[in-house]
């Protein structure tokens, strides 16, 4: 009984009656989430939190450069590492929504050399279950030929479309796909299709922002210099092709996007909803039910094996039994995370830069598990567990 009291008292102190529903108290959420920047060690980093399509609470931490002090705002940039595959994903399934994108159609050149009469398709490859190795190399384009079934860097022994594993070089090949079918470089397509009809700040190259003033630099996780916002532009500059080549682009779509805090927010916003954003559509809503959708589930599918993931969108099942959706990142010092829940539509973005143990695994970092558990209240309006777990 004494339990339960204490729990219901922490539970009011966390939460406020306002008009219109339960919302968070400011003060006390800005207690929760300074402690859990506090304890994730990072330089800085920020929190956004909206539910129909409103801005419902925002927490900044730090600087974009401990240089020049500026804060980091809803403006700040950061390069969101493996959430560019769920946004990229955004632009396949754009081509989807005018029937140019089959996704149980085999991709071109593309096969098992073990199964060399099963095609490797869109879905599998957006579901993790194309059977391609998380170890497949996807920096430089992948020798799809020549490839015998011993000596494959690119293929496991599993059956396309029955197996799952986590494979960068599966976000890879959406930048291949959209080049091939659009005949557009894959950031051209992107901007003119996403990004832009959304005014949303974003690019796959850092040199291609349209505003690079708030480039927030990179810190390692032991705070020290990753690589300032300046090497950000001169290394893009340098290294990136903006052009249409479908046979030697195989990178940017898995981690190379740069984009503002408030414009990831807008993007979970649509993938939470109807596939609009602030009245802009860019994705029908069967589109985005689709990319949450488990896919083997779905008849007809080139699917077989089970996968957390619809179309690059990640399920996960939070402490209090919540399911949300969307895609984490980890680079170097840098933790970023876009999940939502779509029968509320609340939407959490949260990135940590140069935090404690960014890449320690595949699973969704308890930090942003923290994130996601406090958010619960705003979905079920339901007694949650308000402590920051350790790592």
Same mark, same amino acid.
């Given at each position: ?48 939190? #909206? ?7 925002? &927490? ?21 590492? #493996? ?16 029937? %140019? ?29 194309? #059977?391609? @190795? ?73 040199? %291609? ?5 708030? %480039? ?7 705070? &020290? ?57 860019? @994705? ?22 089970? &996968? ?25 010092? %840098? @933790? ?15 990135? @940590? ?39």
């Amino acid at each position: 009984m004494k339990r339960w009291i204490a729990r219901a008292l922490t539970l009011l102190f966390f939460l406020a009656a306002a008009p219109g529903g339960l919302c968070f108290s400011t003060p006390a959420a800005d207690a929760y989430f300074a402690r859990l920047f506090d304890k994730s060690g990072a330089v800085n980093g920020a929190v956004l939190i #909206s539910q129909g399509g409103e801005r419902i609470y925002e &927490s900044y931490y730090g600087a974009e450069d401990r240089r020049t002090k500026v804060p980091v705002s809803e403006n700040t940039v950061y390069k969101v590492a #493996s959430v560019s595959k769920m946004v990229s994903a955004m632009g396949v399934m754009r081509l989807y929504d005018a029937g %140019l994108a089959d996704l149980d159609a085999g991709l071109p050149g593309i096969r098992n050399p073990r199964y060399p009469d099963v095609p490797v398709t869109l879905r599998q490859v957006m579901s993790h279950t194309s #059977s391609i @190795l998380s170890a497949a190399p996807y920096l430089t384009p992948p020798e799809w030929s020549g490839q015998d079934a011993a000596g494959s860097n690119c293929f496991s022994r599993y059956q396309p479309g029955a197996h799952y594993e986590y494979a960068n070089l599966n976000g890879g090949i959406l930048c291949s796909v959209i080049e091939r079918v659009s005949g557009q470089s894959f950031n051209t397509f992107m901007a003119e299709n996403i990004f832009g009809p959304l005014g949303i700040n974003a690019a796959y190259a850092a040199h %291609l922002l349209r505003d690079s003033t708030h %480039l927030a630099t990179a810190y390692y996780s032991d705070n &020290s210099v990753f690589r300032r916002a300046s090497q950000y532009i001169e290394i893009d500059a340098e290294a990136y092709e903006d052009t249409c080549d479908p046979d030697r682009h195989y990178h940017a779509s898995a981690s190379s996007l740069y984009i503002s805090l408030s414009g990831l927010e807008k993007l979970g916003r649509a993938l939470a909803g109807d596939g609009s954003a602030d009245g802009v559509r860019v @994705l029908s809503g069967q589109a985005v039910r689709l990319m949450r959708m488990d896919q083997a589930a779905l008849p007809g599918s080139s699917v077989t094996g089970s &996968s957390p993931y619809g179309l690059c969108v990640n399920r996960f099942t939070d402490s209090d039994g919540i399911t949300w959706y969307g895609h984490q990142g980890r680079w170097e010092g %840098l @933790l970023t995370d876009l999940f939502f829940e779509p029968v509320t539509q609340t939407v959490v973005v949260l990135v @940590l830069d140069g935090t404690k143990a960014a890449n320690n695994g595949q699973g969704i970092h308890p930090r942003a598990e923290d994130a996601l558990t406090f958010a619960d209240a705003w979905v079920h309006e339901a007694e949650t567990n308000y402590v920051v777990k350790d790592d």
